[in-house]
């Protein structure tokens, strides 16, 4: 927590805007130092109900916040800086968790000066298993970086990446923790193929997924020496390896994530 905890205001407080707000909260910031915004009223009375913290309109987030989140969707973050973006005193922290904006689209829209600093992070911030990337706009310094660092390194692990880079990271852990997801379901309905009943295939994938990122993370091998220790000359893990690879999944991943990258910079393109 750093020496002064600041207001931070999180506008915009969907799902990637409540996973800001509620990690912040566990990691023990202030309610009291927390502000949101809310398009709908059952929205705004839901988040002020299950954490406890005010629920305001942009306008006044923007006078009483040090740092806005903004965390609308990228086609939104126009209209919203259309209201704000001359209320926007230049000295105030922007970060921006809007997926594909470079910061020069918030540069072109606020008061000249204003520091803004871009992050992706992920859904496993629900379980303080982020991981979040920060990227200094052009009036962005170490301070700042620093400050957003603060934010979200409770909610998992944070990198400091060049901007240029961003986009890649939406592609490979923004939107990651989707394509994990879409491999254990297939592999519990082969598992429900094979014979087992439906919950034990289940048991039996997530926490071998969980022991291989485990090991991934804490044992500082390279995947590939990794998969080699599993397979053994003429046993069952290269059968199932050459059928992998026979059916091209690796292949298909690298389009799967030149896809996002692509579409990231689309959304960008539009939004501007």
Not at 104 to 123: D, I, K
């Given at each position: 927590m750093?020496?002064?905890?600041?207001t931070v205001?999180?506008?915009?407080?969907?799902?990637?805007?409540e996973?800001v707000?509620s990690?912040?909260l566990?990691?023990?910031w202030?309610a009291?130092?927390l502000?949101?915004?809310?398009?709908r009223s059952?929205r705004?009375?839901?988040l002020?109900?299950?954490y406890?913290v005010r629920?305001?309109?942009?306008l006044?987030a923007?006078d009483e916040?040090?740092?806005?989140a903004?965390?609308?969707?990228p086609?939104d973050?126009?209209?919203l800086l259309?209201e704000?973006?001359?209320k926007?005193p230049?000295?105030?922290?922007?970060?921006?968790?809007?997926?594909?904006?470079?910061?020069a689209?918030?540069?072109?829209r606020?008061?000249?000066?204003?520091?803004?600093?871009r992050v992706?992070?992920n859904t496993?911030?629900?379980?303080?298993?982020?991981?979040t990337?920060?990227?200094?706009g052009?009036?962005?310094t170490?301070e700042?970086?620093?400050?957003?660092?603060?934010?979200?390194?409770?909610?998992g692990a944070?990198?400091?990446?060049?901007?240029?880079?961003?986009?890649?990271?939406?592609?490979l852990s923004?939107?990651?923790?989707?394509y994990f997801?879409l491999l254990?379901?297939a592999m519990?309905?082969?598992?429900i193929?094979l014979?087992l009943?439906?919950q034990?295939a289940?048991?039996?994938?997530?926490?071998?997924a969980?022991?291989?990122?485990v090991m991934?993370?804490?044992s500082g091998?390279?995947?590939?020496k990794?998969?080699?220790?599993?397979?053994s000359?003429?046993?069952?893990t290269?059968?199932a390896?050459?059928?992998?690879?026979k059916h091209?999944?690796?292949?298909?991943?690298l389009?799967?994530?030149e896809?996002a990258?692509d579409?990231a910079?689309e959304l960008?393109?539009?939004?501007?």
């Amino acid at each position: 927590m750093p020496a002064r905890v600041h207001t931070v205001a999180v506008i915009g407080a969907g799902k990637i805007g409540e996973l800001v707000l509620s990690g912040l909260l566990r990691s023990g910031w202030p309610a009291d130092r927390l502000l949101a915004t809310a398009r709908r009223s059952a929205r705004a009375e839901e988040l002020a109900s299950r954490y406890g913290v005010r629920v305001v309109d942009n306008l006044v987030a923007v006078d009483e916040a040090d740092v806005l989140a903004v965390a609308v969707k990228p086609q939104d973050a126009g209209a919203l800086l259309e209201e704000i973006g001359p209320k926007v005193p230049a000295d105030k922290l922007v970060i921006s968790l809007c997926a594909g904006l470079p910061t020069a689209f918030f540069n072109r829209r606020l008061p000249e000066g204003t520091p803004v600093v871009r992050v992706m992070t992920n859904t496993p911030a629900l379980v303080d298993e982020a991981m979040t990337a920060i990227s200094a706009g052009a009036h962005a310094t170490g301070e700042h970086l620093a400050l957003a660092e603060e934010m979200f390194k409770p909610l998992g692990a944070t990198v400091r990446v060049p901007e240029s880079q961003q986009d890649a990271v939406t592609a490979l852990s923004g939107s990651g923790p989707a394509y994990f997801y879409l491999l254990v379901e297939a592999m519990i309905d082969a598992g429900i193929l094979l014979g087992l009943p439906r919950q034990v295939a289940h048991e039996l994938i997530v926490q071998t997924a969980i022991g291989s990122a485990v090991m991934l993370r804490d044992s500082g091998e390279h995947p590939v020496k990794l998969r080699e220790a599993v397979t053994s000359p003429a046993g069952t893990t290269i059968s199932a390896v050459r059928e992998l690879e026979k059916h091209g999944v690796r292949a298909a991943l690298l389009a799967a994530l030149e896809a996002a990258r692509d579409r990231a910079r689309e959304l960008a393109s539009q939004a501007d």
